[in-house]
């Protein structure tokens, strides 16, 4: 009896495998479809749609928008236009094609800094230069109406994810009549966070009144950046102005970035620049 019935199970077993092979899959298929097609599903992703960024830290940063701001010719101000043109000619051919800085003509990506907004970050940075003895307390804010404001990207070529995207602020040409005094005349200022890398601005010091030495040791640890290493020459001649101090700051692989702290007589305008 026991291999009468083993006998009829064999066969049954064999065809339910077979049906089960042939028809399992596409059945267990058309039922997880169910439950995924037409019916809309949410998953949590971290930083969702920001995409990746390389981050930079301050030394880099502030070395990279050093080589950038060296490739071009333009003048920071109509004091610094009396750069030496030969001097600066071989700066961009030794530059070009290797770092750019470019107009960014797209605006801010959501992430940085708006046009409008732009303005009160400015004013923000300079109170705190204030507080901190960076800049005197009668430095006058800026607005729209007598500013103009620009949108760059400085971009090492060669490795594009190095990246720094910065608003250049310029006393408006507008003004050029108006009463310049205690005013910034120009700064270039991190779209991201708002730092001010560079200013001009006209003061009520004289350069015996400014302490050079304590005056960049409180914009490094404004800007996080490391100390400073001494700068080798003394070279009278570096500068259109007697009235300099500068500084080197480590940059990115073996560079490093020259913070420059002078002083324009007369006009009374304080200047703190970078250049390689």
């Not at 050093?66 to 530059?95: I, K, R």
């Not at 800085?101 to 046009?115: K, Y």
């Not at 004013?123 to 901190?132: A, I, M, P, Q, T």
């Not at 960049?216 to 102005?241: D, I, K, Q, R």
Request: aromatic share 10%; proline share 4%; with cysteine.
């Amino acid at each position: 009896m026991k291999s009468k019935i083993y006998y009829l199970a064999v066969p049954l077993l064999a065809t339910l495998a077979m049906f089960i092979s042939i028809w399992g899959p596409e059945t267990l298929a058309e039922y997880k479809d169910q439950g995924i097609l037409d019916v809309p599903h949410t998953e949590s992703v971290e930083n969702a749609g920001e995409g990746y960024r390389y981050q930079m830290n301050s030394n880099e940063k502030l070395y990279l928008l050093s080589c950038c701001l060296s490739s071009q010719t333009v003048p920071e101000t109509e004091t610094s236009a009396m750069t030496n043109e030969a001097d600066a000619e071989v700066a961009y051919q030794e530059m070009e094609g290797v770092y750019a800085f470019v107009v960014n003509r797209r605006g801010p990506s959501g992430r940085e800094i708006t046009d409008e907004q732009i303005y009160a970050t400015c004013n923000e940075g300079l109170s705190l230069l204030k507080e901190k003895g960076i800049l005197p307390a009668q430095v006058r804010d800026v607005d729209a109406s007598s500013y103009d404001v620009t949108l760059y990207s400085a971009i090492d070529v060669l490795e594009p994810r190095n990246n720094v995207a910065v608003w250049k602020m310029s006393l408006s040409n507008s003004q050029k009549n108006a009463d310049k005094a205690n005013r910034l005349m120009d700064a270039y200022i991190d779209a991201d966070d708002g730092k001010i890398y560079e200013f001009y601005v006209r003061t009520p010091l004289s350069w015996e009144e400014i302490d050079a030495d304590a005056l960049v040791a409180e914009w490094a640890a404004y800007m996080g950046l490391l100390e400073p290493s001494p700068y080798e020459s003394n070279n009278p001649l570096l500068e259109t102005t007697p009235y300099f101090r500068k500084y080197v700051f480590a940059g990115m692989g073996n560079g490093q970035t020259v913070v420059t702290l002078g002083f324009y007589e007369g006009i009374n305008e304080l200047f703190l620049k970078v250049s390689r």
